[in-house]
């Protein structure tokens, strides 16, 4: 109830979390915390044991991805956890080595959410690089189709006005929605036969039949049983503004449902390069979480019934999320810099491909 109505209690600190060490991103605080400071402790609890704590609280299959959620809800978790709020008492450790204790305020929620807006930023974004001709799409969901359509259509018929030869897809941030969607995007890429999923195995149950039972009107199903159907590979429709350049698409630990599945299609079909760190959930997964009501607890309870199969027909389930082709670490220093290593590499890739071209 006290965070619903006082805004000046948020951690003012937003960090990045690698493993068991959180980094100082953004201080909104007036204490002299740098970028790429590590935070120590809070209220005398160390960060380690912090990060442990609310592990618990998220819901996912890989540790990575609960972090990043971590990362992304810290301020939040630690007063519904700890019930922490301003003043926090905090012990930072410079780039130097210097161990400092700090007392922060607490900080206004409001200028927190606006640091963070991008990770729930619902916008469609194209950024030109004319000096390396190529160009940029961002976007954090696959969601809004006649929104998203308009922008792909605006944003092909730009690239193929400038002649660009590079495009970036960044989905470091994006967080999955609609199927359709991601294949309107893969028909302005490639022209090649591909798919997301060879295979979806569902779990008939009371809850989900009828559900089945639309997919599969002539087919007698069982309680308990599980049914499977198998995708075959499809070909993009003719695209008069197809950009047939080089593809590189981010990922991220944050990139997840179907933002891995994407990135899979793309490495397993050669379509592009997939480029940045390991994501958030896994090209085979479960999926569509069905709603139960709980009578007693009055608790909704969601349980996935649908198993799906990423695009290269292992259904072995992996403990690990789509790999990158080109894995790029973020360490302290990049933090400190407010550098974006994952975009320079791209970039790097990009100015030695048009020097070797412009020698041929």
Do not use: C
């Not at 402790?41 to 998220?58: A, M, R, T, V």
């Amino acid at each position: 109830q006290i965070y619903s109505q006082d805004k000046h209690i948020v951690f003012p600190l937003k960090l990045h979390i690698i493993k068991d060490k959180a980094l100082v991103q953004k201080n909104f605080s007036d204490a002299p915390i740098k970028q790429g400071d590590y935070v120590l402790s809070i209220n005398g609890i160390p960060i380690k044991k912090i990060i442990n704590d609310l592990i618990p609280y998220i819901s996912g299959d890989l540790l990575h991805f609960k972090t990043s959620i971590i990362e992304r809800d810290f301020p939040q978790l630690l007063f519904l956890v700890y019930g922490f709020w301003g003043p926090f008492d905090v012990k930072i450790k410079d780039a130097k080595g210097k161990i400092k204790a700090y007392r922060l305020k607490g900080g206004d929620r409001n200028v927190y959410e606006r640091i963070s807006a991008n990770i729930w930023d619902h916008n469609f974004y194209f950024e030109e690089m004319p000096e390396l001709k190529a160009g940029i799409i961002r976007f954090n969901n696959f969601k809004m189709k006649d929104e998203f359509d308009k922008f792909l259509k605006n944003t092909f018929t730009e690239i193929k006005a400038k002649k660009y030869r590079y495009l970036i897809i960044d989905l470091r941030n994006n967080h999955g929605g609609d199927l359709d969607i991601a294949e309107d995007l893969m028909n302005y890429i490639t022209d090649k036969p591909y798919r997301f999923f060879s295979e979806v195995q569902a779990k008939v149950s009371r809850y989900t039949l009828k559900y089945v039972k639309e997919d599969n009107p002539n087919k007698k199903l069982k309680i308990d049983s599980i049914y499977s159907y198998k995708f075959t590979t499809k070909s993009s429709p003719e695209n008069p503004l197809r950009f047939h350049g080089k593809v590189f698409v981010l990922i991220s630990n944050y990139s997840f449902s179907l933002a891995p599945d994407f990135a899979a299609a793309v490495r397993y079909f050669n379509i592009g390069t997939v480029i940045g760190q390991e994501t958030g959930s896994s090209s085979s997964t479960f999926g569509e979480p069905y709603r139960i009501y709980l009578p007693n607890s009055h608790l909704d309870l969601y349980v996935s019934w649908r198993y799906f199969i990423g695009p290269n027909s292992d259904t072995t389930y992996v403990h690990h999320g789509v790999m990158p082709d080109i894995y790029v670490k973020i360490g302290a220093e990049d933090i400190r810099k407010g550098k974006d290593p994952v975009m320079e590499k791209v970039k790097e890739i990009i100015r030695k491909d048009l020097q070797k071209n412009s020698k041929i």
